[in-house]
């Protein structure tokens, strides 16, 4: 059965048509409301949001919602989507809410959850949840109806938290860093975090308006941050979308770091810490082949999801595995965060360049990513891709030419009419020559 809301990471959409418009936020609310109570007659659910305007509405909606079906409510104010999931595990709460797009525009707003452990929920959950839509609302009588109420200093908790994840023995005295907040959820967290454990923190992107959020500042749009780093001559540059969950880097040459790259530093440390403790790692269908390549030679297994952390998360727990990640730079390191988190994810990174005395660039030394071709098709009106003979002789082609040396990844776009051929290989002449090639096929 297939979800008619839920995407691969909640529900989002444009503020204002279904499914985010504030009478279906509050029936969404009070759906989840009742699946709560069937295990748990007290239920408690956390919300936090970012700082869209549209959040204001949301919560709203949410907490009226969650209030009619008998669920107490605590409203965490603006914090980042991995705050929610780690009060939600310390407040021993049901549930926690995050109202965000992540790094969509502001016009955009989205709902996802979290389990009490402060993980995703499965599948079955939300189809449990779409199911109850279907019912007619069952209002709870005066004398159960919800309380809500506000969780004093949750950002003073979350920074804590954040803290507490980075060694005793170190610190950041003597870095300035450049923290890009993208105008979102932590505007007031991320300068706290590495302002208190030693850095002289320059902020950009902590000035939201409601309108403002991950517009030209960001993991989205690293340019801002680069050009920071060059103008304030600072050690780092550290980039967060809108929610938080997603980090990019910049060193002091204003060389940009991707999440790829990231995932395969935090692998190297730990193996030079404690060789042979990290069995595998996870990564996308989008991961560059040269991160695969690297780490199997050092004895790394290394499995590819589908794109979304929620999947990396799937394979990571299969495995019982820790670290994973996708090249946005949504990184997963489960010993530290349930979720991805990108104040911990840079914290891991500070902490193992400070620890090795070396650059971000001198740690990733050995690790030549391989050039990328990636051309967008677009689609003709019922064009049948799939099965296209013309494209299958070409890509096996271009497989049987590309060897152990590349690889070939070609997928729909979820939202658009278009289909991505992605070609990989040690030669970027041979990577554009060879996406071309099959993208050729489509476009006859």
Same mark, same amino acid.
């Given at each position: /059965?297939?979800?008619?809301?839920?995407?691969?990471?909640?529900?989002?959409?444009?503020?204002?048509?279904?499914?985010?418009?504030?009478?279906?936020?509050?029936?969404?609310?009070?759906?989840?409301?009742?699946?709560? !109570? !069937?295990?748990?007659?007290?239920?408690?659910?956390?919300? $936090?949001?970012?700082?869209?305007?549209?959040?204001? /509405?949301?919560?709203?909606?949410?907490?009226?919602?969650?209030?009619?079906?008998?669920?107490?409510?605590?409203?965490?104010?603006?914090?980042?989507?991995?705050?929610?999931?780690?009060?939600?595990?310390?407040?021993?709460?049901?549930?926690?809410?995050?109202?965000?797009?992540?790094?969509?525009?502001?016009?955009?707003?989205?709902?996802?959850?979290?389990?009490?452990?402060?993980?995703?929920?499965?599948?079955? @959950?939300?189809?449990?949840?779409?199911?109850?839509?279907?019912?007619?609302?069952?209002?709870?009588?005066?004398?159960?109806?919800?309380?809500?109420?506000?969780?004093?200093?949750?950002?003073?908790?979350?920074?804590?938290?954040?803290?507490?994840?980075?060694?005793?023995?170190?610190?950041?005295?003597?870095?300035?860093?450049?923290? *890009?907040?993208?105008?979102?959820?932590?505007?007031?967290?991320?300068?706290?975090?590495?302002?208190?454990?030693?850095?002289?923190?320059?902020?950009?992107?902590?000035?939201?308006?409601?309108?403002?959020?991950?517009?030209?500042?960001?993991?989205?749009?690293?340019?801002?941050?680069?050009?920071?780093?060059?103008?304030?001559?600072?050690?780092?540059?550290?980039?967060?979308?809108?929610?938080?969950?997603?980090?990019?880097?910049?060193?002091?040459? $204003?060389?940009?770091?991707?999440? *790829?790259?990231?995932?395969?530093?935090?692998?190297?440390?730990?193996?030079?810490?404690?060789?042979?403790?990290?069995?595998?790692?996870?990564?996308?269908?989008?991961?560059?082949?040269?991160?695969?390549?690297?780490?199997?030679?050092?004895?790394?297994?290394?499995?590819?999801?589908?794109?979304?952390?929620?999947?990396?998360?799937?394979?990571?727990?299969?495995?019982? @595995?820790?670290?994973?990640?996708?090249?946005?730079?949504?990184?997963?390191?489960? *010993?530290?965060?349930?979720? $991805?988190?990108?104040?911990?994810?840079?914290?891991?990174?500070?902490?193992?360049?400070?620890?090795?005395?070396?650059?971000?660039?001198?740690?990733?030394?050995?690790?030549?990513?391989?050039?990328?071709?990636?051309?967008?098709?677009?689609?003709?009106?019922?064009?049948?891709?799939?099965?296209?003979?013309? /494209?299958?002789?070409?890509?096996?082609?271009?497989?049987?030419?590309?060897?152990?040396?590349?690889?070939?990844?070609?997928?729909?776009?979820?939202?658009?009419?278009?289909?991505?051929?992605?070609?990989?290989?040690? *030669?970027?002449?041979?990577?554009?020559?060879?996406?071309?090639?099959?993208?050729?096929?489509?476009?006859?």
């Amino acid at each position: /059965m297939s979800r008619k809301y839920f995407g691969t990471d909640g529900i989002r959409g444009t503020v204002g048509q279904v499914p985010i418009t504030p009478d279906f936020v509050l029936r969404l609310a009070h759906a989840v409301g009742q699946v709560l !109570r !069937r295990t748990d007659d007290r239920p408690t659910v956390l919300i $936090g949001k970012d700082t869209r305007i549209s959040g204001y /509405m949301l919560e709203s909606a949410l907490e009226s919602g969650f209030n009619s079906a008998g669920v107490d409510v605590v409203l965490l104010g603006p914090v980042p989507t991995p705050a929610v999931a780690y009060l939600t595990r310390a407040q021993r709460a049901s549930l926690g809410v995050v109202i965000s797009a992540s790094h969509n525009p502001f016009a955009d707003n989205g709902i996802k959850f979290f389990s009490a452990q402060g993980t995703k929920l499965p599948d079955e @959950w939300e189809l449990d949840v779409e199911a109850m839509l279907e019912k007619v609302p069952e209002w709870v009588e005066s004398a159960r109806l919800g309380r809500s109420r506000r969780l004093d200093d949750a950002t003073g908790r979350y920074i804590e938290f954040c803290k507490s994840t980075f060694p005793n023995d170190l610190s950041l005295r003597g870095l300035r860093i450049v923290v *890009d907040a993208a105008h979102g959820a932590a505007y007031q967290v991320a300068p706290k975090v590495f302002h208190e454990l030693g850095a002289e923190v320059v902020p950009i992107g902590c000035s939201p308006d409601g309108l403002n959020i991950n517009r030209d500042v960001g993991a989205t749009h690293p340019k801002a941050l680069v050009d920071a780093v060059k103008l304030h001559r600072a050690d780092y540059g550290i980039a967060l979308d809108g929610d938080a969950d997603r980090l990019q880097l910049v060193d002091a040459n $204003g060389r940009l770091f991707n999440g *790829d790259e990231i995932l395969y530093l935090l692998v190297k440390d730990r193996l030079d810490r404690s060789p042979g403790s990290v069995p595998g790692a996870v990564g996308t269908l989008m991961t560059n082949m040269a991160v695969e390549v690297a780490l199997k030679a050092d004895g790394v297994d290394f499995v590819r999801a589908k794109v979304g952390d929620r999947y990396v998360l799937e394979e990571l727990d299969k495995r019982r @595995w820790l670290l994973g990640g996708e090249g946005s730079g949504h990184l997963l390191v489960l *010993d530290k965060q349930t979720t $991805g988190d990108g104040m911990v994810s840079a914290l891991q990174v500070l902490s193992a360049c400070l620890r090795h005395g070396k650059s971000l660039a001198a740690m990733l030394a050995d690790l030549n990513l391989f050039p990328q071709t990636l051309i967008n098709v677009r689609l003709r009106p019922g064009q049948d891709w799939k099965s296209n003979a013309a /494209m299958a002789e070409a890509t096996q082609a271009v497989e049987a030419e590309l060897g152990a040396e590349g690889r070939v990844l070609i997928r729909a776009s979820g939202t658009e009419p278009l289909v991505r051929v992605m070609v990989e290989a040690r *030669d970027a002449v041979q990577a554009r020559r060879c996406a071309q090639r099959i993208a050729d096929t489509l476009a006859a």
